[in-house]
Nanobody, 115 residues
């Protein structure tokens, strides 16, 4: 069973930065792609960024140039560095791991950007 635990959320001012972390249990972490999603109040969950096992990354257009996803396969952790935060970045951020037909989610961490 895989467990994903997010951390690093909180209250940040407009234009500020935060780094989210997602620690994964389970073996063979390095073999699987990881992703960050977010869900704002009243909206559907949306993809923010992904990182493949080989390190290639993708980003939603709304965060390109501001967010950076990375992974540490020794620590079984994926990160989301967020900069130049906007009020519309306010959301619960979820970590995701795709293992074949199985998808695992963390419980999320809340990011609130204040103006």
């Amino acid at each position: 069973q895989v467990q994903l635990v997010e951390s690093g959320g909180g209250l940040v001012q407009l234009g500020g930065s935060l780094r989210l972390s997602c620690a994964a249990s389970g073996s063979l972490f390095s073999l699987y792609g990881m992703g960050w999603y977010r869900q704002a109040p009243g909206k559907q969950r949306e993809l923010v960024a992904t990182i493949a096992s080989g390190g290639s990354t993708t980003y939603a257009d709304s965060v390109k140039g501001r967010f950076a996803i990375s992974r540490d396969n020794v620590k079984n952790t994926v990160y989301l560095q967020m900069s130049s935060l906007k009020t519309e970045d306010t959301a619960v951020y979820y970590c995701n791991q795709q293992r074949g037909v199985f998808t695992y989610w963390g419980k999320g961490t809340l990011v609130t950007v204040s103006s």
